[in-house]
């Protein structure tokens, strides 16, 4: 006799997590346009309606991701100049953007692209746009409390984003020179 293979579920917050991981694989590779609920349910090896389930379809899934990106780079930023002179913030801000385009290459890959075209919001398309905005607003803060008028924030954090997003497509191609040199 043959004995049936024991097979657990995942709980709801294993599955969500399985499903953002997924997501954030097949967004970075084919793009919001191109990516499907069903190639999303199969590569998690799942049915449609368990990802309709856990976030309401692509666009809920997208947005998840898309937010837990921002937050995971606009921390990173943050952390980075908590102290030190101006020149030295602009450096350690350069330094954990270029480490996170390192370190989360999907994660970069799904920020660099456009902006789906069901996305409400207006003006530049590049999803960098609102990272560049949460920045400045890092920035801003940062400046004040160093003294510094935090008028010119959203110049440095636009040219920041800017530099390292063209920066950082080529080094994901080529890989060289290490991130400390960039």
């Known amino acids: ?3 049936p293979m024991s097979r657990s579920r995942m709980s709801a917050h294993e ?6 991981e997924v997501g954030r694989a097949v967004f970075a590779k084919r793009g919001y346009e191109g990516t499907s609920v069903e190639e999303l349910a199969d590569k998690a090896s799942v049915s449609k309606p368990i990802v309709y389930e856990h976030f309401g379809g692509k666009e809920g899934l997208y947005a998840v991701i898309v937010d837990r ?4 780079v606009v921390r990173r930023i943050s ?3 908590a102290s030190g002179t101006p020149r030295e913030r602009v450096e350690r801000a350069a330094l954990a953007f270029l480490t996170y385009v390192h370190d989360q290459p999907d994660g970069f890959a799904i920020l660099a692209q456009d902006r789906p075209l069901t996305s409400p919001s207006t003006g530049m398309q590049s999803l960098l746009n609102d990272v560049a ?6 920035f801003a803060a940062s ?6 008028d935090p008028k010119a924030a959203p110049i440095y954090a636009h ?3 800017g530099m390292v997003t063209f920066v950082g497509r080529w080094w994901t191609e080529t890989r060289k020179p290490s991130v400390e040199e960039v």
């Open 1 to 3: 006799m043959v004995k």
């Open 15 to 20: 599955r969500r997590a399985q499903l953002v």
């Open 69 to 72: 990106e921002m937050e995971y």
């Open 79 to 81: 952390e980075a100049i």
């Open 133 to 138: 905005e949460r920045v400045s607003e890092v």
């Open 143 to 148: 400046f004040k409390a160093a003294g510094y």
């Open 159 to 161: 040219a920041l984003v």
